[in-house]
């Protein structure tokens, strides 16, 4: 077996290195998202922690596209750069180092680790004669008893493959089977999830055959050392980045790669699995390297049910997203909506609804109401209390419970239990806050007002420490509004588990932390396509709504205003708090008859108004058709007359 290293307090990360013949789409987001979690996470703990991206540069494809955008495959490569690196930078990816496949550094190291496997015997030369499918960059092998000419399609994505027929030089894959087979049982977590383990298993258990890794048909790659008619065979470049980037191959960087090396996750997608699971590991073995921990296989993101990609032409730009609703939020949908463990499929309507549901209902409003509140009644410093009621000692369970569930889900990669399970907790504290009426014990109950204020506040504090990793700029800025900031010494989570709950929080009324977004008027989906924004008001917060008082009443009497061609007045019974006059503009659409019985909704705390002589104590909503004509808003089902509408 393949020693592992003793444990290190160190976390190396790593995402897939990116093919760039466009800019980075939702799919690549969502893996990188998924790394800088992991990394961030891992920091929490204190933990050194290495993430590593970056782009693949080489093979067939690139230098294809780069021919058909009239560049030569190296300006092509270098112009994808900047849009990687500064979208990363704008979804906040806080990777330590971006490797290039063209990197001098790397070319070198890849030429070096052939020379090895040659002198060892595990590479060696002959004739390939198959198929080979572009898209993929993967040798595909004709099924059984098909015609020898018969172009076989795919397995992976499906497309007819060409025909290859040249010279090559063999990776001995078929020496590393067995020892493949029992890495696999030694190590059954070794693919997340396990699932996906059982079709690397039967593949290799059905018999592996030896790599081509080098091609002579090409000239876009790395020089084959000591045989100048070949270049690398892109994958057998590509996954060694996981190991020259942390300076396998330089003899100055032995200790670094020591210490990183071998990887804690590789993240990446189902499409890659063979190349992780099977070659890497082979690879490494005839290294004599250690193997990485685990791989992280997620699924697709699809759109209407079918995978994104740039051929299917449904592909979601993440820039669009980024304007319509900032990183933190996008990263919380990407890391919420989809199953690392499963497909699935992108929707604006869930986007919407992650954020105003979870986002900006359940816990923005919750930090506002508290904060505001708090201000109000000059409570800005919060003590713990000294004794904590039967309810508080009950959520301060939760938050046990919370944090122990959660720690599992993270171990596991399972992030959107994770996020869930959080979610479940911050319902519970909405529960709680609103089931203890502060702004009642506000006036009377002093202490129990700041009971209530410091239990929110250690539950809020805990939140955004956990959720930190997905959306770092917004649990910042919670944290700055409980007057904390976000501790990189020491492990946060044991600090969190080990809280009896008394720290002092000095509250700070910050900018809302989610905005609701406006509802979608056409759903845009590709880069080529305008972004569609629509004007809103600016944002209130719930205390602004409240100062509008909106009841219920019935229309009881009403006549035409002699003169106005626009008013009616009425009168209107609001219940235990008596009849009003109200004047309403709704004469072109109604008549004084129709209205009579109706009951509608009113503005009750406007000032007094006078219009055409006459004093109107409030306002009638109404919303305008298309046509032009009002409609009045009337409840579902009858309710008393003079109820609160909340
Ligand atoms: O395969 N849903 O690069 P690539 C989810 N260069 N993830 C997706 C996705 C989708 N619809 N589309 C892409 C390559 N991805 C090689 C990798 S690594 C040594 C070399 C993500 O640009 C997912 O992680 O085609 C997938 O595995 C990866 O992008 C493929 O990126």
Known sequence: MVPLMEHKNKFYVTTPIYYVTAKPHLGSLYSTVLADVAARWNKLFSKKVFFLTGTDEHGQKIAEAAAHAGKSPQEFVDSFIHPYKDMWHRYHIDYTKFIRTTDEYHKKAVQQWIEILMKKGDVYKSFYEGWYCTPDETFVTAKEGSSSDEAPSCPSCGRITQRVSEETYFFRLSAYQDKLLKFYEEHPDFIIPKERAHEVVNFVRGGLKDLSISRTTITWGIPFPGDAKHVTYVWADALNNYITAIGWGQQAKKDEFNFWWPADVHILGKDIVRFHAIYWPAFLMALDLPLPKHLLVHGWITVDQKKMSKSFGNVVDPEILLEKYGADPVRYYLVRQMAVNSDGDFSYHDVQERITSDLANDLGNLLNRMVTLALKHEQKQILAPKHWSAESIHLRDEYYNMLEDLKKHMHDYMYHLALARVWKFI?????????KEPWKLAKHELADFIEVLSATAHSLYAVAIVLWPVMPTKMEQL??????????????LQKLEESPWDMTFSLQQGETLFIKPPEIVQEPMTSQETIETKSTSPTINIDDLTKVELLVGTIEQAQEVPKSNKLLQLQVNFGSLGMRQILSGIKQSYSAQEVIGKQAVFVVNLEPRLMMGLESRGMLLVA???????????????VPNGTRLK
């Open 624 to 638: 305008e058709s298309e046509d032009g004509q009002a409609k009045i808003i009337t409840p579902a089902a009858p």
């Open 479 to 492: 944290l700055a509004s409980l007057g904390k900031k976000i501790a990189l010494e020491g492990d946060q």
């Open 427 to 435: 319902h519970q504290v909405n529960a709680y806050f609103h089931g």
